[in-house]
């Protein structure tokens, strides 16, 4: 159960273009340098369409010249969950925002990038160690024993798991330590959700 007026920081496409290209994603890959491959590319609004992936990927390559990946395929179950939250009255009251964990890391060490894949037992280290400036660190391996006992591996992994406690981070800032991007403008989809990447203003800590 959320408290009312509660800020939520997911890591989900929120809105969508139609040709499937969004200002927010190109500034967050100039943010990330070496680590802009982990922006993936989120799909054009016709991907909420309940057809398969090849006739997806047909139509999408027919009306926006580019195909949608598979990662972004097996996401639209929960963009489209998101959506129809965020489309229902049981969204009023909630500041529900979009961000990107490795932007988010990345803000919290400085704007400087990770060094290491996050799949790997050293880029898992050197994200924790970063978290662990903002959440104390017994309460992140707390955190991380009980998800790792309650949810089976194979459905998250434990860095996705410390990808959402750093979502979480980021959702306990006041409106002053977050950012969006675009920088400086506000673009939103057609059916009125804004298409922005939120992320802690490194400047802020």
């Known amino acids: 159960m959320l408290a009312p007026q509660a800020t939520v920081c997911v890591d989900i496409p929120i809105g969508l ?4 290209f969004r200002a927010c994603d190109r500034a967050a890959r100039q943010l990330l340098g070496k680590r802009s491959s982990s922006v993936f590319p989120v799909p054009p609004r016709l991907a909420l369409a309940p057809l398969s992936y090849e006739e997806l990927n047909l139509a999408s390559k027919a009306h926006c010249g580019k195909g949608i990946s598979k990662q972004a395929f097996y996401l639209l179950p929960k963009i489209r969950e998101a959506e129809a939250l965020l489309r229902s009255p049981n ?11 490795e932007l988010c890391f990345t803000s919290f060490n400085a704007a400087l990038p990770m060094e290491d894949n996050k799949k790997t037992e050293a880029g898992f280290c050197e994200r924790r160690s970063v978290l662990a400036r903002h959440i104390p660190a ?5 955190l991380l024993r009980s998800l790792m006992a309650s949810v089976p591996r ?3 992994a434990r860095d996705d798991m410390l990808d959402a406690l750093v979502c979480g ?5 006041d409106a002053t330590g977050r950012g969006c991007l675009p920088l400086g403008k506000r673009d939103f ?8 990447i ?8």
């Not at 273009?17 to 499937?20: A, E, K, L, T, V």
């Not at 989809?189 to 922005?196: F, K, N, T």
């Open 154 to 156: 194979a459905q998250c």
């Open 169 to 173: 981070a980021v959702a306990r800032l």
């Open 91 to 101: 969204s009023d009251g909630l500041d529900w925002l979009e961000t990107h964990p």
């Open 17 to 20: 273009s139609r040709d499937g």
């Open 189 to 196: 989809d057609e059916v009125g959700l804004p298409m922005r």
């Open 138 to 142: 017994r309460t992140i391996d707390r």
């Open 198 to 205: 939120c992320y802690p203003i490194p400047t802020a800590f």
